[in-house]
């Protein structure tokens, strides 16, 4: 009892003298600063106001977790105790450049990559708090925390721009400038989409016809055949003749069979391609901020001399005739394109379009993957991708078989190429067509105003 007494009487005054309690000094902390450093000072700071050793020994946790960098895991028990404080007292930080089209992929659904990064890297990760700015900020207790997270987020970004980002750009070819064309596309899109749609099976209508004709002629037979009694046997064993002739014979025609539509084909608006967008395809490109879109406009300008120089600097036209798919087969269309000859067969505009892509790739603006691509020149006019609303997937299609049978050969006109732009998708200038970010002029016609 006496020594429980003294205990408390002794622990009373290291109260009063400020003895035992535990307070975090505000250490400045830098890049150039060693962690060794800062354990040493936590450790001295504590060790000087302290004799508890209880609150020493957390003291040291916090040091070996700053020290000892070679480990690249922390317990949940120190991270618990310690981090949280050791930020407050002074952090390490690193501003890292993120285009806004990536941060989505930062996060993850619904935060889980960021934080398995926080919890892996002892970090905290801070998103940008409006849309103007482009960078984030990876704060930890140490160099090598920030530095390892910073790598961990770099290869997210690669992966995704590989493999989950979505195209934002393309090299392409107005055509949607010609009115005539436009007519024809949306000519084309209005007889799919209505009444004169031409389905698969075109005996449905016919087939309907006959079927009822069928039925009425054999409820007529009945009627008009030879007069029958039928013999009835009553419960009283009498028997009881009626004649068929005295009861009226109504004949009813089957249900009519609804007739298909656009629908039930897999076919609606949205994966038509707008008349106005009508183009031909050179290079798909995933630019992701300004410094790529900026490299891409001066490189499509720089090269103006050389596309001119590929196509003897006189006009290249082209004729578009029939349709074709890109993948699938007709009854599981995913992509319905118009063929694109080359009138003149000097190839000529392929030799520029291998012009323009050269020049992209030599400038690392292009996937490995589709730097591989073989060019071919279409005029797409239907994309199940494009399709908004229930069928989003990857390998969404539609039945293009009777598209193919009234418009197989369907002579779209010959028409010159104008001028080759650098194009962002999903923005519309005011004619319509793409935003143009840049544009070169063909022989023949001017560039569009900037």
Known sequence: MDKNKNYKKKKQQHKAAGIGQFQWRPVSVSSSSSSSNIGESLVKDVANKSEDGHHVQEVIKVAQVVTDNSDSTISSCVLDDCVEPMLSAGKHSLSLQV????????????GSAQKRIEVEMAVKIVFPSSKNEESIVIEGIS?????RASE???????????????????VSLPLGIYPEL???????????????????????ERDYNED?????????????GDDEAVELKAEDDNHVKVDLTSIPFVSYPPKPRRLPNASDFGIDKTIFIKPATFHLTVLMLKLWNKERVNAASDVLKSISSKVIDALDNQPVSIRLKGLDTMRGSLSRARVLYAPVEEIGSEDRLLRACQVIIDAFVEAGLVLEKDAKHKLKLHATVMNARNR?????????????????KQFGSEDWGEYVIPEAHLSQRFVYDENGYYHC??????????ACKM
């Open 99 to 110: 285009d806004a089209s990536l941060i989505q992929f930062i996060k993850g659904k619904v």
């Open 143 to 147: 160099t090598d925390c920030v530095t």
């Open 152 to 170: 961990k987020i770099q290869a997210i970004i690669d992966e995704a721009i590989k493999t989950d980002l979505d195209y934002s750009h393309f």
């Open 182 to 204: 436009v007519d024809k596309l949306v000519d084309f899109q209005n007889s799919i989409l209505g009444i004169n749609y031409v389905s698969v099976d075109a005996n449905v």
């Open 212 to 224: 009822t004709a069928d039925i009425k002629n054999k409820g007529q037979e009945l009627i008009e």
């Open 388 to 404: 908004k609303g229930k069928r989003q997937s990857k390998n969404d299609s539609f039945d293009a078989r009777g598209i193919f």
């Open 437 to 446: 970010c840049a544009s070169i002029p063909f022989p023949g016609k001017e």
